[in-house]
């Protein structure tokens, strides 16, 4: 997780919005400089937010948690700032918190805040769902080997080894997550204690024994020894599990102190844990003796583990590709540096609203034309066609918005046929309010009953508007739906309408600088 990523995320929690992956992409496509990054996607969702620069005297009258810039005379950084009571709480990211007074803050404050309104309704529910999420593997864990170990006879000692495994799961794949993550940032458990990167650690080569994942191993480890324990808590394949685990505690204690001179949390937990498995089972009455069933179940439970994960294993670390590459995708198509050179080179194509007709809603003084091509038969044409909605609602005044219809023309009975039919007839004889009220019930109510409702067009002249556009759409290599124009000019396919969302803004300031 990047600053600018911590910043907006962590100040959204505190101040009770629940915060989804769009939000995080919507800001992490931007192109823009941190703040306006920010102030971007909270005007894009809606929220409400204060930016300003105050006086320095004025400190003890802000919110209790802000986001200000400081300065060092060399380069300004964001910072979430919390008021604890004479002194204030400085966090710039996961690893780095730290505790000031006020006159320290106020010698690098430049006086700029931001101040997002909090969301008082939705914050406790926030906080505790947001809880639950972000832990829900631990939680349910721990519940079923609570109930497991109720409903059992173990001893308190070897009840506590049980829970101690699924702990032991769940922290190794905390590790494993971190490890795959491409973001260098360190995640927020490795702030536990000061001088700590778990990033260090876990990409070192200290990491790998004879080309063996520590990670994996572990991993691997404590799954074992759940199944065992379950399987028989006495055996002594668990004594020999621990006695196995030494070499591994003592490795990674020195090579984190000694050669990377770092420390990951998560990895000394599980050090910890393997420490506390190992002294449990030496407390209990284990004889160092194998029987055959014992070792066979064992090998085989092994080897399956083994099996499973490395079939699991590639697909983590492509879906962690997949994830970049989307965001590297979604950072490229937003970025309207690359979009406008591109979008000013393309050649404008002509609309013959002499012949088509114009179907429009929104300013009769636009700034920008857009043209959405449409089909009741397809599926993501609602969803686009919201999101011209939006795009109209956030830009009043400023956008004018054509439809034309690309249908296919092999069953002249068709349902959607019938419906563009009237589309188009209603436009003309009720006006675009009862246009948009018809359009919408079409995509919401089954076509029969919608039919039934605005009626069937008889006028011949509207199925020829249609073939019309089809005859347009064919002429203009426009071969699926939805596509779109901008002042007449085709977007390619690989531009989606809400990409155009993120891009509108510097197409219409573009405009007013060509005009």
Known sequence: MDKRQFLF???????????????SQRLLS????????????????????VVAEVPKTAISELPNIFIAQV????????????????????????????????DTFIENWTGFILVIEENKKQKITSNISNGFRN?????????????????????????????????????????FKGKINSNNQDSRFCSIITNSS???VLNSSASKIFGLELVDACIVYFIFTTLIFVYNPNTSILLLSGLASIPVIIYSIYQQYFKIKSWCPLCLIVSLILTLHLLIVLSNDFSF?????????????????????????????????????????????????????????????????NILGRISIGSNNPILRLTLILNPECKYCFEAHKMVMNIVKQNRGKLMVDFRFFMSFTNNQKQELKICERLLEIYDKNGRDAFMIAYNEQYQIIKDK?????????????????KNHETWCSANNIESTPRFLINQKLIPENYR???????????????????
């Open 198 to 200: 778990c990033k260090s």
């Open 9 to 23: 995320e962590t100040y959204l929690e505190t101040q009770g919005y629940k915060v989804s992956r769009d939000m």
């Open 71 to 102: 300065s060092d005379n060399k380069n300004s950084n964001l910072i979430i700032v919390e008021r604890l009571n004479e002194k204030l709480k400085i966090r710039t990211n996961y690893s780095k918190n730290t505790i000031v007074d006020y």
């Open 30 to 49: 931007d192109p823009e400089n941190t703040i306006v990054s920010i102030t971007n996607t909270l005007d894009y969702f809606h929220l409400k937010y």
């Open 135 to 175: 832990n829900a593997f631990l939680i349910v864990s721990l519940v079923l080997g609570l109930l497991f170990v109720y409903f059992s006879t173990f001893s308190l000692s070897k009840s506590l080894y049980f829970i101690l495994s699924f702990i032991g799961v769940f922290i190794s794949v905390l590790i």
């Open 497 to 515: 309408i809400n990409d155009i969302e993120h891009l509108i803004e510097s197409i219409m300031i573009s405009q007013k600088k060509r005009n």
């Open 450 to 466: 919608w039919l039934l409702k605005w009626g069937v067009c008889l006028n011949k002249k509207y199925r020829q508007q249609l």
């Open 289 to 353: 003796s194998f029987n055959e069933i014992d070792i066979i179940f064992s090998l085989f439970t092994f080897v399956i583990i083994i099996n499973i994960w490395s079939y699991f294993k590639p697909y983590a670390f492509l879906i962690e590709k997949v994830d970049s590459l989307s965001l590297e995708n979604l950072k490229f198509r937003r970025n309207h540096y690359l979009f406008l050179p591109y979008f000013n080179q393309l050649k404008e194509i002509s609309m013959s609203d």
